[in-house]
């Protein structure tokens, strides 16, 4: 009979095996699926290593320890969250009545609570987990109305989408299991595909894809600016190549029709073609299947051995 240790090496070996196996699939198919598809892909590169872990004879301690990181990052965010609270202010009700507007045009049923960071410190963001609140600052309200728009439209689609919480169970996942380099990947890509999904809604709100990717260009580069000013000479250089690096796939996603997901890698001899592409789109849905046969395939193992 295998051992612990052995079931935990056979669990490695599966998990990195559909991990490649995943990644490798998604760099094939990804180009030619939404963001939220792409996005479902990551989760599940996220959630089936977890459930496997689960499963496996560490699966007591490893539930133990998801629910203590789980209850150790809403402390966090709470904290977190009553900190930022302290340094905002209800906006003004113009403000507030002109972001309404925007949200009833776009389609948002429920009210949405609005605070304003009178500091200015702050980007502007969507914060709670379940009652999301839009954060906005004097700069934000000062901008032209097509980049005001595109600026709401995105915190919109993360309240909309209720993005804080996908990004809140996404840490607990990479908190857990970030030691493997490419679970550390998969919550990148995770997070990179909430953002965008969050830029082809606000697209199709504004309805105004090059308009859209003007402003969250102009915007992202002056607040990657400034990050990079107050972390001083010896990170700015790291601040602006990180910052902009993810900006640059956004913009590329946006603008580009025959890229839109510049940071996946597509073989060659696979590139081309609107059949081609329309093949794999179909495909979509094939991490589904996937994560299933690994986790069938880790049952075996562990039942035989």
Same mark, same amino acid.
């Given at each position: 009979?295998?051992?612990?240790?052995?079931?935990?090496?056979?669990?490695?070996?599966?998990?990195?095996?559909?991990?490649?196996?995943?990644?490798?699939?998604?760099? /094939?198919?990804?180009?030619?699926?939404?963001?939220?598809?792409?996005?479902?892909?990551?989760?599940?590169?996220?959630?089936?290593?977890?459930?496997?872990?689960?499963?496996?004879?560490?699966?007591?301690?490893?539930?133990?320890?998801?629910?203590?990181?789980?209850?150790?990052?809403?402390?966090?965010?709470?904290?977190?969250?009553?900190?930022?609270?302290?340094?905002?202010?209800?906006?003004?009700?113009?403000?507030?009545?002109?972001?309404?507007?925007?949200?009833?045009?776009?389609?948002?049923?429920?009210?949405?609570?609005?605070?304003?960071?009178?500091?200015?410190?702050?980007?502007?963001?969507?914060?709670?987990?379940?009652?999301?609140?839009? /954060?906005?600052?004097?700069?934000?309200?000062?901008?032209?109305?097509?980049?005001?728009?595109?600026?709401?439209?995105?915190?919109?689609?993360?309240?909309?989408?209720?993005?804080?919480?996908? /990004?809140?169970?996404?840490?607990?996942?990479?908190?857990?299991?970030?030691?493997?380099?490419?679970?550390?990947?998969?919550?990148?890509?995770?997070?990179?595909?909430?953002?965008?999904?969050?830029?082809?809604?606000?697209?199709?709100?504004?309805?105004?894809?090059?308009?859209?990717?003007?402003?969250?260009?102009?915007?992202?580069?002056?607040?990657?600016?400034?990050?990079?000013?107050?972390?001083?000479?010896?990170?700015?250089?790291?601040?602006?190549?990180?910052?902009?690096?993810?900006?640059?796939?956004?913009?590329?996603?946006?603008?580009?029709?025959?890229?839109?997901?510049?940071?996946?890698?597509?073989?060659?001899?696979?590139?081309?073609?609107?059949?081609?592409?329309?093949?794999?789109?179909?495909?979509?849905?094939?991490?589904?299947?996937?994560?299933?046969?690994?986790?069938?395939?880790?049952?075996?193992?562990?039942?035989?051995?």
């Amino acid at each position: 009979m295998m051992g612990t240790l052995g079931l935990m090496a056979a669990w490695l070996f599966i998990v990195s095996l559909f991990l490649v196996d995943t990644l490798t699939t998604l760099a /094939i198919v990804g180009p030619h699926v939404s963001p939220a598809r792409r996005q479902a892909w990551a989760s599940v590169l996220l959630v089936v290593p977890l459930g496997m872990l689960l499963l496996s004879p560490a699966g007591a301690w490893a539930a133990l320890a998801a629910g203590g990181i789980a209850l150790w990052r809403l402390g966090l965010h709470l904290a977190a969250s009553r900190l930022l609270l302290r340094g905002l202010v209800p906006a003004p009700g113009e403000a507030a009545a002109r972001i309404q507007a925007l949200a009833t045009d776009f389609g948002l049923k429920r009210p949405v609570a609005v605070l304003l960071d009178p500091a200015d410190r702050m980007e502007p963001a969507t914060l709670g987990l379940l009652r999301p609140v839009l /954060i906005v600052t004097p700069s934000v309200l000062a901008l032209p109305e097509p980049e005001f728009r595109a600026v709401i439209a995105h915190e919109l689609a993360h309240a909309m989408r209720r993005d804080p919480l996908r /990004i809140w169970a996404c840490g607990i996942a990479r908190t857990l299991l970030g030691w493997h380099p490419l679970v550390r990947r998969a919550a990148d890509l995770f997070l990179l595909e909430v953002e965008m999904a969050a830029d082809q809604q606000a697209v199709r709100w504004t309805g105004d894809r090059r308009g859209y990717a003007l402003a969250l260009a102009r915007w992202g580069l002056r607040q990657t600016g400034r990050t990079a000013a107050a972390c001083g000479p010896g990170h700015a250089q790291a601040v602006w190549t990180g910052a902009t690096s993810r900006l640059v796939h956004r913009l590329t996603s946006l603008t580009d029709a025959d890229m839109p997901a510049p940071h996946l890698s597509l073989p060659a001899w696979l590139g081309g073609g609107r059949l081609q592409r329309r093949w794999w789109g179909r495909m979509g849905w094939f991490h589904l299947p996937l994560g299933v046969a690994y986790t069938v395939l880790y049952l075996v193992v562990t039942r035989l051995a």
